[in-house]
Protein backbone atom coordinates (compact mmCIF):
# COMPACT_ATOMS: atom_id res chain seq x y z
CA UNK A 1 0.00 0.00 0.00
CA UNK A 2 1.37 3.39 -0.93
CA UNK A 3 1.29 5.89 2.14
CA UNK A 4 -1.93 8.29 1.98
CA UNK A 5 0.06 11.82 0.64
CA UNK A 6 0.14 15.28 2.84
CA UNK A 7 -1.42 18.20 0.78
CA UNK A 8 0.54 21.17 0.96
CA UNK A 9 -0.30 23.89 3.29
CA UNK A 10 -3.16 25.67 0.75
CA UNK A 11 -4.39 21.99 -0.58
CA UNK A 12 -5.36 21.33 3.25
CA UNK A 13 -7.34 24.65 3.85
CA UNK A 14 -9.12 23.57 0.73
CA UNK A 15 -10.10 20.66 1.52
CA UNK A 16 -11.57 21.83 5.23
CA UNK A 17 -13.14 24.50 3.12
CA UNK A 18 -15.10 22.08 1.23
CA UNK A 19 -15.63 19.66 3.28
CA UNK A 20 -17.69 22.63 5.66
CA UNK A 21 -19.11 24.35 2.16
CA UNK A 22 -20.52 20.88 0.87
CA UNK A 23 -23.03 21.30 4.03
CA UNK A 24 -23.96 24.48 2.64
CA UNK A 25 -26.15 25.29 0.14
CA UNK A 26 -24.39 28.08 -1.60
CA UNK A 27 -25.78 29.62 -5.23
CA UNK A 28 -23.59 28.19 -7.78
CA UNK A 29 -20.14 29.64 -8.91
CA UNK A 30 -20.15 31.59 -5.68
CA UNK A 31 -18.60 28.49 -3.51
CA UNK A 32 -15.20 29.13 -6.01
CA UNK A 33 -15.65 32.85 -6.01
CA UNK A 34 -15.01 32.34 -1.78
CA UNK A 35 -12.31 29.48 -1.80
CA UNK A 36 -10.05 31.34 -4.43
CA UNK A 37 -7.57 33.34 -3.76
CA UNK A 38 -7.86 36.65 -5.57
CA UNK A 39 -3.96 37.79 -6.52
CA UNK A 40 -0.35 36.86 -5.42
CA UNK A 41 2.41 39.47 -6.08
CA UNK A 42 5.61 38.09 -5.95
CA UNK A 43 8.57 40.74 -5.76
CA UNK A 44 12.35 39.97 -6.01
CA UNK A 45 14.41 42.59 -5.21
CA UNK A 46 18.32 43.65 -4.98
CA UNK A 47 19.61 45.23 -1.73
CA UNK A 48 23.45 45.74 -1.84
CA UNK A 49 24.42 43.97 1.75
CA UNK A 50 28.53 43.48 3.04
CA UNK A 51 29.85 44.56 -0.46
CA UNK A 52 27.16 42.43 -2.92
CA UNK A 53 23.59 42.73 -4.37
CA UNK A 54 21.76 40.26 -2.64
CA UNK A 55 18.12 38.71 -3.98
CA UNK A 56 15.21 38.53 -1.97
CA UNK A 57 11.81 36.73 -2.94
CA UNK A 58 8.77 38.56 -1.18
CA UNK A 59 4.69 37.83 -1.68
CA UNK A 60 1.48 39.62 -1.05
CA UNK A 61 -1.44 37.50 -1.26
CA UNK A 62 -4.81 38.80 -1.49
CA UNK A 63 -7.75 36.36 -0.98
CA UNK A 64 -10.63 38.37 -0.65
CA UNK A 65 -11.84 41.76 -1.00
CA UNK A 66 -14.99 40.90 -0.06
CA UNK A 67 -14.58 43.70 2.87
CA UNK A 68 -11.42 46.46 2.32
CA UNK A 69 -8.89 47.26 3.37
CA UNK A 70 -7.69 43.24 3.50
CA UNK A 71 -5.61 42.75 6.03
CA UNK A 72 -2.73 39.50 7.18
CA UNK A 73 0.84 39.56 8.77
CA UNK A 74 4.11 39.70 7.05
CA UNK A 75 6.48 36.75 7.83
CA UNK A 76 10.12 36.16 7.36
CA UNK A 77 11.10 33.00 7.07
CA UNK A 78 13.51 30.66 4.89
CA UNK A 79 10.13 28.43 4.01
CA UNK A 80 8.13 31.24 2.82
CA UNK A 81 6.45 29.98 -0.76
CA UNK A 82 3.65 31.23 -2.82
CA UNK A 83 1.50 28.01 -2.12
CA UNK A 84 1.61 28.84 1.98
CA UNK A 85 1.23 32.70 1.32
CA UNK A 86 -2.10 32.04 0.05
CA UNK A 87 -3.20 30.02 2.28
CA UNK A 88 -2.33 32.17 4.60
CA UNK A 89 -4.47 34.73 3.46
CA UNK A 90 -7.60 32.24 2.90
CA UNK A 91 -7.51 31.54 6.64
CA UNK A 92 -7.34 35.56 7.26
CA UNK A 93 -10.61 35.56 5.34
CA UNK A 94 -12.06 33.43 7.31
CA UNK A 95 -10.76 34.61 10.75
CA UNK A 96 -11.86 38.57 9.95
CA UNK A 97 -15.37 37.34 9.40
CA UNK A 98 -15.94 34.66 12.18
CA UNK A 99 -14.56 37.55 14.64
CA UNK A 100 -16.10 40.61 13.18
CA UNK A 101 -12.92 42.58 12.03
CA UNK A 102 -14.21 44.49 9.15
CA UNK A 103 -11.56 43.02 7.11
CA UNK A 104 -10.91 40.69 3.61
CA UNK A 105 -8.00 38.31 4.16
CA UNK A 106 -4.43 38.99 2.94
CA UNK A 107 -0.97 37.56 3.41
CA UNK A 108 2.41 38.34 2.62
CA UNK A 109 6.16 36.97 2.95
CA UNK A 110 9.57 37.59 2.42
CA UNK A 111 12.13 34.41 1.96
CA UNK A 112 15.28 34.94 4.64
CA UNK A 113 16.05 33.96 8.04
CA UNK A 114 16.05 37.20 10.14
CA UNK A 115 18.75 35.38 12.45
CA UNK A 116 20.91 35.83 9.70
CA UNK A 117 20.91 39.40 9.45
CA UNK A 118 21.83 42.59 11.41
CA UNK A 119 19.07 45.07 12.54
CA UNK A 120 20.87 47.84 10.05
CA UNK A 121 20.47 45.42 7.34
CA UNK A 122 17.05 44.05 8.23
CA UNK A 123 16.11 47.92 8.22
CA UNK A 124 17.40 48.41 4.52
CA UNK A 125 15.52 44.99 3.55
CA UNK A 126 11.98 45.73 5.16
CA UNK A 127 12.00 49.44 3.63
CA UNK A 128 13.10 47.90 0.51
CA UNK A 129 10.38 45.31 0.51
CA UNK A 130 7.84 48.38 1.96
CA UNK A 131 8.75 50.71 -1.31
CA UNK A 132 7.46 47.63 -3.39
CA UNK A 133 4.51 46.68 -1.66
CA UNK A 134 3.52 50.36 -1.40
CA UNK A 135 4.06 51.71 -5.06
CA UNK A 136 1.44 49.02 -6.09
CA UNK A 137 -1.30 49.74 -3.38
CA UNK A 138 -0.64 46.19 -1.64
CA UNK A 139 0.27 48.21 1.82
CA UNK A 140 -2.49 51.05 2.40
CA UNK A 141 -4.79 52.47 4.74
CA UNK A 142 -8.12 51.89 3.34
CA UNK A 143 -6.42 48.96 0.52
CA UNK A 144 -4.17 46.68 2.44
CA UNK A 145 -2.77 46.73 6.53
CA UNK A 146 -0.40 44.37 6.96
CA UNK A 147 1.02 43.34 10.65
CA UNK A 148 3.28 41.25 12.48
CA UNK A 149 3.68 37.60 11.74
CA UNK A 150 6.29 34.87 12.24
CA UNK A 151 10.05 37.01 12.36
CA UNK A 152 8.22 40.11 12.38
CA UNK A 153 7.07 42.25 15.07
CA UNK A 154 6.83 45.92 15.97
CA UNK A 155 9.99 47.39 15.15
CA UNK A 156 9.63 45.95 11.81
CA UNK A 157 5.89 47.36 11.55
CA UNK A 158 7.45 51.28 13.00
CA UNK A 159 10.08 51.06 9.89
CA UNK A 160 6.68 49.74 6.85
CA UNK A 161 4.86 52.53 8.93
CA UNK A 162 7.31 54.99 8.23
CA UNK A 163 8.38 54.11 4.42
CA UNK A 164 4.72 55.03 3.85
CA UNK A 165 4.84 58.28 5.75
CA UNK A 166 7.68 59.21 3.23
CA UNK A 167 5.77 57.48 0.35
CA UNK A 168 2.48 59.24 0.75
CA UNK A 169 3.68 62.78 2.87
CA UNK A 170 -0.02 64.09 2.44
CA UNK A 171 -2.01 61.09 3.99
CA UNK A 172 -3.12 62.28 7.44
CA UNK A 173 -4.08 58.29 8.39
CA UNK A 174 -0.57 56.67 7.15
CA UNK A 175 -0.37 55.58 10.61
CA UNK A 176 -3.38 52.74 9.78
CA UNK A 177 -1.14 51.42 6.96
CA UNK A 178 0.10 49.18 9.11
CA UNK A 179 -0.81 47.36 12.72
CA UNK A 180 1.13 45.77 15.52
CA UNK A 181 2.87 48.93 15.37
CA UNK A 182 4.96 49.83 19.04
CA UNK A 183 3.11 51.87 21.43
CA UNK A 184 4.99 55.33 20.72
CA UNK A 185 4.84 54.62 16.85
CA UNK A 186 1.32 55.05 16.86
CA UNK A 187 0.64 51.37 18.36
CA UNK A 188 -2.19 50.66 20.89
CA UNK A 189 -1.83 48.99 24.44
CA UNK A 190 -2.20 45.12 24.34
CA UNK A 191 -1.37 44.32 20.99
CA UNK A 192 1.81 42.44 21.66
CA UNK A 193 0.26 40.24 24.01
CA UNK A 194 -2.80 39.75 22.27
CA UNK A 195 -2.74 36.54 20.19
CA UNK A 196 -1.67 34.32 23.49
CA UNK A 197 -3.95 36.97 25.72
CA UNK A 198 -6.91 35.91 23.01
CA UNK A 199 -5.98 32.09 22.95
CA UNK A 200 -6.28 32.40 26.92
CA UNK A 201 -9.84 34.03 26.85
CA UNK A 202 -10.63 31.22 23.83
CA UNK A 203 -9.82 28.45 26.74
CA UNK A 204 -11.46 30.15 29.62
CA UNK A 205 -14.91 30.30 27.62
CA UNK A 206 -14.35 26.65 26.25
CA UNK A 207 -14.03 25.48 30.10
CA UNK A 208 -17.29 27.75 30.62
CA UNK A 209 -19.26 25.06 29.01
CA UNK A 210 -19.20 21.62 30.91
CA UNK A 211 -20.60 20.16 27.89
CA UNK A 212 -17.54 20.73 25.79
CA UNK A 213 -15.28 19.71 28.25
CA UNK A 214 -17.48 16.58 28.65
CA UNK A 215 -17.11 16.22 24.66
CA UNK A 216 -13.26 16.36 24.86
CA UNK A 217 -13.51 13.19 27.66
CA UNK A 218 -12.50 15.82 30.37
CA UNK A 219 -14.39 17.61 33.78
CA UNK A 220 -14.04 20.71 35.73
CA UNK A 221 -12.16 23.80 35.08
CA UNK A 222 -8.85 24.97 33.86
CA UNK A 223 -6.96 25.16 37.07
CA UNK A 224 -4.37 22.32 37.14
CA UNK A 225 -4.33 21.42 33.52
CA UNK A 226 -1.38 20.28 32.02
CA UNK A 227 0.21 22.15 29.25
CA UNK A 228 2.20 21.61 26.69
CA UNK A 229 3.33 24.51 24.62
CA UNK A 230 5.23 24.20 20.93
CA UNK A 231 6.92 27.73 20.54
CA UNK A 232 7.87 30.24 23.02
CA UNK A 233 7.47 32.80 20.64
CA UNK A 234 5.39 36.00 21.00
CA UNK A 235 2.04 33.70 20.81
CA UNK A 236 3.09 30.72 22.49
CA UNK A 237 4.75 32.81 25.14
CA UNK A 238 2.05 34.93 26.04
CA UNK A 239 -0.49 32.49 26.39
CA UNK A 240 1.71 29.82 28.29
CA UNK A 241 2.61 32.57 30.62
CA UNK A 242 -1.35 33.51 31.23
CA UNK A 243 -2.04 30.32 31.48
CA UNK A 244 -0.02 29.79 34.21
CA UNK A 245 0.01 33.07 36.01
CA UNK A 246 -3.49 33.40 36.14
CA UNK A 247 -5.48 30.04 35.18
CA UNK A 248 -3.23 27.66 37.12
CA UNK A 249 -2.38 26.04 34.26
CA UNK A 250 1.15 23.65 34.32
CA UNK A 251 3.10 23.98 31.81
CA UNK A 252 4.60 20.41 31.11
CA UNK A 253 6.35 20.81 28.19
CA UNK A 254 8.37 23.55 26.10
CA UNK A 255 9.16 22.79 22.69
CA UNK A 256 11.04 25.04 20.67
CA UNK A 257 13.69 24.66 17.68
CA UNK A 258 16.42 23.20 19.22
CA UNK A 259 14.78 20.33 21.63
CA UNK A 260 11.91 20.17 24.18
CA UNK A 261 11.82 20.78 28.32
CA UNK A 262 9.73 18.25 30.17
CA UNK A 263 8.86 18.74 33.84
CA UNK A 264 5.55 17.81 35.23
CA UNK A 265 5.53 19.65 38.41
CA UNK A 266 5.01 22.56 35.92
CA UNK A 267 7.81 24.87 33.62
CA UNK A 268 8.54 28.35 34.74
CA UNK A 269 7.76 30.26 31.80
CA UNK A 270 9.56 33.45 32.23
CA UNK A 271 12.79 31.68 33.25
CA UNK A 272 12.62 29.66 30.01
CA UNK A 273 12.15 32.46 28.00
CA UNK A 274 14.82 34.30 29.68
CA UNK A 275 17.19 31.52 29.02
CA UNK A 276 16.21 31.13 25.46
CA UNK A 277 16.94 34.64 24.68
CA UNK A 278 20.32 34.71 26.25
CA UNK A 279 21.48 31.11 25.12
CA UNK A 280 19.20 30.95 22.01
CA UNK A 281 17.75 27.80 22.44
CA UNK A 282 16.63 25.58 25.69
CA UNK A 283 19.03 23.11 25.87
CA UNK A 284 21.17 23.45 29.39
CA UNK A 285 18.04 24.92 30.65
CA UNK A 286 18.82 23.87 34.56
CA UNK A 287 15.02 22.52 35.56
CA UNK A 288 13.37 20.04 34.13
CA UNK A 289 14.11 17.38 31.25
CA UNK A 290 15.80 18.27 28.10
CA UNK A 291 15.24 16.09 25.11
CA UNK A 292 16.81 16.88 21.81
CA UNK A 293 13.95 15.22 19.61
CA UNK A 294 11.50 18.49 20.65
CA UNK A 295 8.16 16.96 18.29
CA UNK A 296 8.46 13.79 20.48
CA UNK A 297 6.99 15.72 22.83
CA UNK A 298 4.14 16.86 21.07
CA UNK A 299 3.02 13.27 21.75
CA UNK A 300 3.20 13.63 25.79
CA UNK A 301 0.39 13.21 28.19
CA UNK A 302 -1.27 16.58 28.62
CA UNK A 303 -4.78 17.97 28.61
CA UNK A 304 -4.47 21.10 26.51
CA UNK A 305 -1.95 20.93 24.09
CA UNK A 306 -0.99 24.59 22.09
CA UNK A 307 1.30 24.16 18.74
CA UNK A 308 2.44 27.58 18.60
CA UNK A 309 5.18 27.86 15.92
CA UNK A 310 4.10 26.69 12.87
CA UNK A 311 2.11 24.58 10.28
CA UNK A 312 1.92 21.31 9.51
CA UNK A 313 3.38 20.12 12.33
CA UNK A 314 0.51 17.56 13.78
CA UNK A 315 0.43 15.84 10.25
CA UNK A 316 -0.20 12.00 9.07
CA UNK A 317 2.59 11.19 10.93
CA UNK A 318 2.34 12.37 14.32
CA UNK A 319 -1.37 12.27 14.40
CA UNK A 320 -2.48 9.05 16.13
CA UNK A 321 0.26 9.53 18.92
CA UNK A 322 -1.38 12.55 20.41
CA UNK A 323 -2.18 12.24 23.52
CA UNK A 324 -4.22 15.36 24.13
CA UNK A 325 -7.86 15.38 24.17
CA UNK A 326 -8.08 19.09 23.94
CA UNK A 327 -5.57 21.17 21.07
CA UNK A 328 -5.80 25.10 20.55
CA UNK A 329 -4.19 25.98 17.38
CA UNK A 330 -2.08 28.91 18.26
CA UNK A 331 -0.76 28.34 15.11
CA UNK A 332 -1.98 29.21 11.54
CA UNK A 333 -2.39 25.79 10.19
CA UNK A 334 -0.54 23.73 12.58
CA UNK A 335 -3.12 20.49 12.36
CA UNK A 336 -3.26 19.40 8.66
CA UNK A 337 -6.69 18.02 6.89
CA UNK A 338 -5.13 14.50 7.27
CA UNK A 339 -3.97 14.47 10.49
CA UNK A 340 -7.67 16.62 11.45
CA UNK A 341 -9.47 13.36 9.79
CA UNK A 342 -7.46 11.08 12.20
CA UNK A 343 -7.76 13.27 15.50
CA UNK A 344 -11.73 13.76 14.36
CA UNK A 345 -12.39 10.18 14.53
CA UNK A 346 -10.16 9.87 18.10
CA UNK A 347 -12.75 12.39 19.74
CA UNK A 348 -9.93 14.93 20.25
CA UNK A 349 -11.20 18.39 20.50
CA UNK A 350 -9.87 20.74 18.13
CA UNK A 351 -10.25 24.53 18.83
CA UNK A 352 -9.35 25.71 15.05
CA UNK A 353 -7.02 28.62 14.05
CA UNK A 354 -8.95 30.68 12.68
CA UNK A 355 -10.32 31.17 16.21
CA UNK A 356 -7.89 30.17 18.44
CA UNK A 357 -5.34 32.97 16.83
CA UNK A 358 -7.71 35.89 16.18
CA UNK A 359 -6.84 37.73 19.26
CA UNK A 360 -4.27 39.46 17.12
CA UNK A 361 -6.65 41.20 14.29
CA UNK A 362 -9.12 41.52 16.70
CA UNK A 363 -6.19 44.29 18.46
CA UNK A 364 -5.02 44.74 15.08
CA UNK A 365 -8.69 46.03 13.99
CA UNK A 366 -9.07 48.16 17.05
CA UNK A 367 -5.31 49.72 16.47
CA UNK A 368 -6.34 50.62 12.99
CA UNK A 369 -9.71 52.27 14.50
CA UNK A 370 -7.57 54.02 16.80
CA UNK A 371 -5.20 55.62 14.27
CA UNK A 372 -7.96 56.50 12.11
CA UNK A 373 -9.69 58.31 14.68
CA UNK A 374 -6.88 59.79 16.21
CA UNK A 375 -7.83 59.28 19.88
CA UNK A 376 -6.97 56.80 22.25
CA UNK A 377 -9.79 54.72 23.37
CA UNK A 378 -10.59 56.17 26.88
CA UNK A 379 -9.04 60.01 26.99
CA UNK A 380 -12.49 61.13 26.98
CA UNK A 381 -14.81 59.70 28.81
CA UNK A 382 -12.40 58.15 31.71
CA UNK A 383 -12.48 60.74 34.14
CA UNK A 384 -16.60 60.89 33.71
CA UNK A 385 -16.74 57.39 34.41
CA UNK A 386 -14.10 57.82 37.79
CA UNK A 387 -16.98 61.16 38.57
CA UNK A 388 -20.01 58.82 38.60
CA UNK A 389 -18.56 56.36 40.31
CA UNK A 390 -17.28 59.07 42.78
CA UNK A 391 -20.72 59.72 43.28
CA UNK A 392 -21.79 56.39 44.20
CA UNK A 393 -18.83 55.72 46.70
CA UNK A 394 -19.49 59.06 48.78
CA UNK A 395 -22.80 57.80 48.83
CA UNK A 396 -22.51 54.57 50.26
CA UNK A 397 -19.37 55.95 52.42
CA UNK A 398 -22.53 58.72 53.88
CA UNK A 399 -24.37 54.79 54.64
CA UNK A 400 -21.68 53.53 56.26
CA UNK A 401 -21.04 56.63 58.52
CA UNK A 402 -24.89 56.54 59.19
CA UNK A 403 -25.29 52.65 59.57
CA UNK A 404 -22.04 52.19 61.53
CA UNK A 405 -20.43 48.58 62.30
CA UNK A 406 -23.60 47.16 60.94
CA UNK A 407 -22.66 48.09 57.57
CA UNK A 408 -19.37 47.98 55.75
CA UNK A 409 -17.69 48.26 52.29
CA UNK A 410 -15.48 45.24 51.76
CA UNK A 411 -11.62 46.05 51.36
CA UNK A 412 -10.31 47.46 47.81
CA UNK A 413 -13.79 48.22 46.56
CA UNK A 414 -13.58 51.82 46.53
CA UNK A 415 -10.16 51.80 44.73
CA UNK A 416 -10.90 49.03 42.45
CA UNK A 417 -14.13 50.89 41.90
CA UNK A 418 -12.57 54.51 41.41
CA UNK A 419 -10.31 53.46 38.38
CA UNK A 420 -11.71 54.10 34.93
CA UNK A 421 -10.87 52.27 32.15
CA UNK A 422 -7.78 52.90 30.56
CA UNK A 423 -6.96 51.77 26.84
CA UNK A 424 -5.30 48.46 28.15
CA UNK A 425 -8.14 47.51 30.12
CA UNK A 426 -10.77 48.47 27.19
CA UNK A 427 -8.57 46.45 24.61
CA UNK A 428 -8.76 43.79 27.07
CA UNK A 429 -11.92 43.66 27.11
CA UNK A 430 -13.06 44.01 23.66
CA UNK A 431 -11.17 40.89 23.49
CA UNK A 432 -12.59 38.99 25.28
CA UNK A 433 -16.10 39.98 24.26
CA UNK A 434 -14.72 39.33 21.07
CA UNK A 435 -13.17 36.05 22.05
CA UNK A 436 -16.81 34.79 23.97
CA UNK A 437 -19.37 35.64 20.91
CA UNK A 438 -17.01 34.20 18.17
CA UNK A 439 -17.01 31.04 20.34
CA UNK A 440 -20.56 31.00 20.61
CA UNK A 441 -21.72 31.15 17.19
CA UNK A 442 -19.92 28.60 16.50
CA UNK A 443 -20.33 26.18 19.46
CA UNK A 444 -23.90 26.67 18.82
CA UNK A 445 -23.60 25.14 15.15
CA UNK A 446 -21.57 22.78 16.47
CA UNK A 447 -24.29 21.41 18.36
CA UNK A 448 -27.12 22.27 16.94
CA UNK A 449 -26.55 20.58 13.73
CA UNK A 450 -26.56 16.99 13.67
CA UNK A 451 -24.22 17.02 10.38
CA UNK A 452 -21.49 18.95 12.37
CA UNK A 453 -19.58 17.10 14.70
CA UNK A 454 -16.34 19.46 15.24
CA UNK A 455 -15.28 23.22 15.67
CA UNK A 456 -13.46 23.53 12.63
CA UNK A 457 -16.53 22.82 10.36
CA UNK A 458 -18.54 24.54 12.45
CA UNK A 459 -16.24 27.82 12.21
CA UNK A 460 -16.05 27.11 8.53
CA UNK A 461 -19.62 27.75 8.60
CA UNK A 462 -20.13 30.92 10.55
CA UNK A 463 -17.36 32.61 8.54
CA UNK A 464 -18.38 31.47 4.90
CA UNK A 465 -22.13 32.11 5.53
CA UNK A 466 -21.13 35.97 6.56
CA UNK A 467 -18.78 36.46 3.54
CA UNK A 468 -20.97 34.71 1.31
CA UNK A 469 -23.89 37.66 2.79
CA UNK A 470 -20.83 40.05 1.66
CA UNK A 471 -21.07 39.61 -1.34
CA UNK A 472 -24.44 38.88 -1.76
CA UNK A 473 -24.58 42.50 -0.30
CA UNK A 474 -22.78 43.50 -3.09
CA UNK A 475 -25.08 41.53 -6.09
CA UNK A 476 -23.17 39.15 -6.91
N1 LIG B 1 -0.37 37.63 11.63
C1 LIG B 1 -1.48 37.59 12.53
C2 LIG B 1 -2.47 36.50 12.11
O1 LIG B 1 -2.12 35.53 11.48
C3 LIG B 1 -2.12 38.96 12.70
C4 LIG B 1 -2.75 39.54 11.49
C5 LIG B 1 -3.22 40.98 11.66
O2 LIG B 1 -3.23 41.48 12.78
O3 LIG B 1 -3.57 41.58 10.66
O4 LIG B 1 -3.62 36.53 12.46
Not at 284 to 301: F, M, Q, S, V
Not at 416 to 434: I, K, M, P
Request: glycine letters at 10%; one cysteine or more; charged letters at 25%.
Amino acid sequence: MTAKREPTFRESVDLMFNRAVALMELPPGLEEKIRVCNATYTVRFGVRLRGQIHTFTGYRSVHSEHMEPVKGGIRYAMGVNQDEVEALAALMTYKCALVEAPFGGSKGGLRLDPREWEEHELEMITRRFAYELIKRDLIHPAQNVPAPDMGTGEREMAWIADQYKRMATTDINYRACVTGKPIHGGGIQGRTEATGRGVQYALREFFRHPEDVAAAGMSGKLDGKRVVVQGLGNVGYHAAKFLSEEDGCKVTAIIERDGALIDESGLDVEAVRNWIARHGGVDGYPDGKYIADGTKALENECEILIPAAMEGVINLENAARIKAPLIIEAANGPVTAGADDILRQKGTVIIPDMYANAGGVTVSYFEWVKNLSHIRFGRIGRRQEEARHQLIIDELERLDAHLGDNWQMSPHFKQQYLRGAGELELVRSGLDDTMRSAYQSMREVWHNRQDVTDLRTAAYLVSIAKVAASYRAMGL
